[in-house]
């Protein structure tokens, strides 16, 4: 539907039927009940503020419309363009947000949400989930090889493995599009990739890491195997008198396990270590392309990041685009806007999915081989985050997240009531850099300060550390600051315009570091020191907070500054999963036909997970879990 301006507002939806879109759910049993009227209700999308107009009549929702605003054109516009219909179609905003416009989704379906209260109605009516309670015709039922509950990442990459393994396969996903959580993703992909590695130069802090990482005292004979490993390896490079960045599988998965407190299963990281390049092979052979540059991810601690290009939309699409575009072309089968409750139990072994489509059919799905469920973590679940969390002060509505709002641990949930054993389910990462006020995943050339201008982290740290550490500053948010080393006319070495983003209230640009300071409200002099202090560790690899990954001195204009504050950004914990992708009960045996694969599992990550390491994790043990459930 195109936009049309009139008298100051976007219309975007006029009437409570919108042709080719389906039949609306009346007000009857919905439970919605308002003061017939036109209202007016304000939330924060990426941009700033969103307005909604809406009118109502005594028990339905009659129009949508929206004032100017300043979401981004072109990213934003499937959010305004999809959501007022199925707003009206299913008669509520309790509608998933739009895959790749998170922010503006949120702001849309929070502006509409306030003008509905305002209307009268409940907050239970107003929010409550499409197709509760709208009936429709019998039960569907369908049978496969294997079903898999999550078109996501993991999802996908099995069912590309069953595919090629000749099986057949159903996905089944409860959003109106494929992609899931892996589509939202910032653009990091780590495995140890010495070709693409070489190069980097590596630093005297860099290999004093590897010597620190040697000298550890191995928990288990797993750990002492890869230092071992390590150990020839670094031996053999020094021999060589090179001077690139090394890396290695041993390395990768030593840091790993050490930065998630050693509480990850040691076998599930040799494994992930051992086939993290092979996944990001898999990837470019069904199509995805990579910038040339491998850099470290916010969190990641070391140069192993792979970026893709936006060739497929966003930098995360190329994640599980190509897995779906090869599905679809062999065939494979996805059910969306359905939504799996339940797993089918018989004799101890798993052999089906029910659920219910978001216009309120039954559906039963029996798998002949197997069920993989790949639906996710729960991020956006904020009872279960609060329900686990040991490690936050709190974890409640306060506390944002990064996820989509399909998030909510609906896997994890039918895999306990199946019998399933789960794992870590306290370890809750936060993300300190994510938001409107970010533009890059990576911290080579960045420095972050807080609202009086100091230094306060190593920026090359942990997640959880540096989530720890913003929070401790004032008002919990910090400046992420930016020069042309980051930035290049206007742009970032990921494709980021950043340009469109200055003057959304998170984002400051200025020629000259007073016009900076001005605009980000600290003392010049305080900035001024932390630059001093940034790149004098640049010169000298003596950074007093601690840093080791560096790349150019601060001081090329033009420079930014953009402000952000820690969210719910990953669910360490989940279902215990074995080698071979199989799931574990709390006996400590395997649940025949049941396997799973990605956020939805836990064991891989520990207490931390390094950024960059899940998509790795998403692609290699989805791929295993597809190739199990074939044998």
Not at 219 to 224: A, G, S, Y
Not at 226 to 232: C, E, I, P, Y
Not at 368 to 383: D, M, S, Y
């Amino acid at each position: 539907m195109k936009k049309q301006f009139v008298s100051g507002l976007i219309i975007l939806a006029l009437a409570a039927a919108v042709a080719g879109f389906g039949c609306k759910t009346t007000g009857k049993g919905t439970g919605l009940s308002f003061n017939p009227g036109t209202y007016e209700g304000t939330a924060q999308g990426f941009g700033g503020p969103i307005t909604a107009v809406v009118t109502v009549n005594a028990d339905s929702i009659v129009s949508i419309e929206f004032k100017d605003h300043s979401e981004t054109p072109v990213i934003s516009d499937p959010a305004f363009e999809k959501l007022p219909k199925e707003i009206i179609q299913y008669q509520t905003a309790g509608v998933d947000a739009v895959s790749g416009c998170t922010n503006s989704s949120n702001g849309i379906l929070g502006a509409v949400k306030a003008a509905l209260l305002a209307a009268g109605a409940s907050e239970a009516a107003v929010t409550r989930a499409p197709g509760t309670q709208v009936s429709a015709g019998g039960t569907i039922k369908k049978t496969a090889d294997v079903v898999i509950i999550g078109a996501g990442g993991a999802g996908m990459s099995a069912a590309v493995e069953i595919i090629n393994a000749g099986g057949s396969v159903i996905l089944i996903d409860k959003r109106p599009a494929v992609g899931g959580n892996t589509l939202l993703a910032g653009s990091a992909m780590n495995a140890a990739d010495p070709e693409r590695q070489k190069s980097i130069t590596m630093s005297r802090e860099e290999m004093a890491r590897i010597e620190a990482i040697l000298a550890e005292k191995p928990q288990n004979d797993m750990m002492k195997s890869w230092q071992d490993t390590l150990a020839r390896e670094i031996q053999a490079y020094k021999a060589s008198g090179a001077n690139y960045l090394f890396d290695s599988p041993s390395l990768h998965k030593l840091q790993t396990y050490m930065d998630g407190d050693y509480v990850g299963n040691a076998e599930l990281i040799n494994i992930y270590g051992d086939k993290a390049l092979d996944s990001v092979n898999f990837l470019t052979d069904l199509g995805a392309k990579w910038i040339p540059q491998i850099q470290a991810a916010v969190g990641a601690t070391w140069k192993r990041s792979h970026t893709p290009t936006t060739d497929l939309g966003t930098r995360g699409a190329s994640f599980v685009l190509p897995q779906a575009n090869y599905v679809a072309s062999k065939g494979g089968e996805v059910m969306l806007d359905s939504r799996a409750e339940s797993l089918v139990m018989s004799g101890g072994r798993c052999t089906g999915v029910k659920g219910t489509t978001n216009s309120g059919q039954a559906f039963e799905i029996t798998a002949r081989k197997g069920v993989i469920i790949a639906a996710g973590g729960f991020g956006a679940n904020i009872e279960m985050r609060q329900k686990y969390n040991k490690h936050w002060p709190t974890l409640d509505e306060s506390v944002q997240t990064t996820n989509g709002p399909q998030a909510t641990g609906d896997g994890i949930v039918m895999a306990e009531k199946a019998g399933a054993n789960l794992v870590g389910m306290e370890w809750i990462q936060l993300i300190p850099t994510y938001g409107p006020g970010v533009f890059t995943p990576y911290i080579e050339n960045q420095m972050y300060v807080n609202l009086n201008g100091d230094r306060f982290v190593a920026e090359d740290g942990r997640r959880d550390v540096l989530s720890k550490a913003a929070l401790e500053q004032p008002g919990a948010k910090f400046y992420i600051l930016s020069d042309a080393n980051t930035v290049v006319n206007g742009m970032t070495s990921t494709g980021t315009n950043v340009d469109e983003r200055v003057g959304n209230g998170y984002i400051y640009k200025a020629a000259a570091l007073e016009d900076l300071a001005r605009q980000m409200n600290v003392p010049l002099a305080n900035l001024q020191a932390s630059i001093r202090q940034f790149n004098q560790s640049v010169r000298n690899g003596n950074d007093p907070l601690g840093r080791s990954v560096f790349d150019k001195e601060f001081g090329t204009p033009p420079f930014y500054a953009g402000i952000t504050s820690p969210m719910v950004h990953h669910t360490m914990g989940g279902i215990e999963i074995n080698g071979k992708a199989q799931v574990i009960d709390t006996k400590g045996k395997i649940i025949p036909g049941l396997y799973a694969a990605g956020e939805t599992t836990g064991g891989i990550h520990g207490s931390n997970r390094l950024g960059g390491n899940a998509i790795t994790d998403v692609v290699t043990f989805g791929r295993i879990a597809g190739r199990s459930s074939m044998e």
